[in-house]
């Protein structure tokens, strides 16, 4: 199920509470719902967990509305808008950490480096990025330090000449780690604002690639460490945003693909697996397509 579909699914759920003439306290309209909620979220790859987890907290959020309105003597309650609420509230949490993520300011050099493994979206939203700050009156660069993939360089270069943002990389040194360490300290020295660090997504050896994303990690210091997660790898990228995060720990997530046929149920999962906040989605191959990414009105426009 796509994401459009699960919220399509999660407003008719919704909806159907609120057509519903009584909210019985035997709560079968409210267990209806949940059932209905729980189905759409695991068919969109949301762990199976998190589904439950949500189910209680739901259940539990609205049984102590009820109890507290009726201490209060009784007080007349919305019980569809007190179910509504506890949905969305649990909704929001499942994608909100609760950790607020780096923001890059004007007056001092941000260095910002991406991980996540080959194919995810990272060449790609490494220059999305760089064009949303400079689009915000910072001056942005970028560095290539995928030295794996052959032609990695090429692409930087070509979308950095499309963006018209200044670019360093290699074609002839091999060590990803020096190229890093080069490249930011040019930047800083030329006193960019924003640094964005692209790495490789793949080596002979997982632990090879983790190693290498320590090295370039301790080398350049970032600000912040992003990992880019493709969307459509459905229920893996809770596993592998595990993986990163227990060897190369990020303190951001972007998720790539949203605009295809993606579920986006596992980088949901993947938030709550790593307590990570997502900052921004990739929403197609074109450099303007990257949206802000903020819980609240995420799953405001999911539901409809
Ligand atoms: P990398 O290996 O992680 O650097 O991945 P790339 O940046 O080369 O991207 C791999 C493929 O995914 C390319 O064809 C990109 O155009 C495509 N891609 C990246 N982000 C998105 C996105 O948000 N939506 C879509 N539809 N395609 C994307």
């Known amino acids: 199920m796509v994401l459009a579909d699960l919220g399509q699914r999660l ?3 919704l909806s159907q509470l609120s057509r519903a003439s009584v909210i019985d306290d035997k709560a079968s309209v409210i267990d209806a719902l ?8 695991l068919e969109s790859d949301v762990n199976v967990k998190l589904v439950s987890q949500l189910r209680a907290k739901v259940k539990a959020k609205v ?9 209060a003597g009784g007080r007349e309650l919305n019980k569809k808008n007190v179910v509504q609420k506890a949905v969305f509230d649990e909704l929001v949490a499942l994608v909100d950490p609760g950790t607020e993520p780096y923001k890059p300011t004007k007056g001092k050099i941000n260095v910002l480096m991406a991980v996540g493994i080959q194919g995810a979206g990272k060449t790609t939203t490494c220059t999305k990025l760089a064009v949303h700050y400079q689009r915000r009156g910072f001056r942005t660069c970028l560095v290539c330090a995928d030295t794996f993939r052959a032609g990695a360089f090429d692409q930087l270069k070509q979308n950095a000449t499309k963006a018209k943002i200044p670019f360093y990389g290699s074609y002839t040194e091999t ?8 490249g930011v300290e040019k930047f800083r020295k030329e006193r960019f ?3 964005i660090v692209d790495t490789s997504g793949r080596h002979k ?3 090879e690639l983790f190693e290498e994303m320590v090295a370039i990690s301790g080398a350049v210091k970032p600000d912040m460490t992003i ?8 229920q893996a990228a809770e596993s592998q945003s595990r993986a990163f995060k227990d060897s190369a720990d990020f303190g951001a997530i972007i998720v790539t693909k949203l605009d295809g046929h993606a579920k986006g149920g596992g980088a949901i999962s993947a938030v709550a697996a790593t307590k990570t906040p997502i900052i921004f989605l990739g929403t197609g191959e074109h450099l303007n397509d990257l ?5 609240q009105p995420f799953i405001s426009k999911l539901l409809g």
């Open 291 to 295: 949206e802000r990414f903020a819980p």
């Open 205 to 207: 050896q997982e632990s």
């Open 63 to 71: 049984k102590k509305s009820l109890e507290e309105a009726e201490k």
């Open 227 to 234: 990992m880019v997660l493709d969307a459509s790898i459905g």
């Open 193 to 195: 604002d924003v640094i």
């Open 175 to 182: 060590d990803p780690v020096a190229i890093a360490s080069l």
């Open 11 to 13: 407003h008719g759920a």
């Open 34 to 41: 949940l059932k209905e909620l729980c189905a759409a979220l």
